[in-house]
């Protein structure tokens, strides 16, 4: 069974940075599509940025070039670097896992807070 605690969010000023964690259990992050999701009260929850197990990644149009998204296999946890953070990044976010029969686990989320 595949279980996913994000860690790292908080309070930070538009501008700032923070990085999240996800700590991984139950499978290996480097044969498995996974990323961070964010979700704000009101809305579907929306894609942020993915990398899939060759590595590739992809990023919402909104984040690119403040976000990075990656892996650090020997501690198997997904990371997500968010720099230059705008109000607007405000929301819960979420790691997701796919395995390779396209079985979908959520994390359960950490609050993302950018004051302007």
């Known amino acids: 069974q595949v279980q996913l605690v994000e860690s790292g969010g908080g309070l930070v000023q538009a501008g700032g940075s923070l990085r999240l964690s996800c700590a991984v259990s139950?499978?290996?992050?480097?044969?498995?599509?996974i990323g961070w999701y964010r979700q704000t009260p009101g809305k579907q929850r929306e894609v942020a940025a993915t990398?899939?197990?060759?590595?590739?990644?992809n990023y919402a149009d909104s984040v690119k070039g403040r976000f990075t998204i990656s892996r650090d296999t020997v501690k198997n946890t997904l990371l997500l670097q968010m720099n230059n953070l705008k109000s607007e990044d405000t929301a819960v976010y979420y790691c997701?896992?796919?395995?390779?029969?396209?079985?979908?686990?959520w994390g359960q989320g950490t609050q993302v807070t950018v004051s302007s």
């Open positions: 990398i899939t197990a060759d590595g590739t990644t």
């Open positions: 997701r896992h796919t395995n390779g029969w396209g079985y979908v686990t």
């Open positions: 139950g499978a290996f992050l480097s044969v498995n599509d």
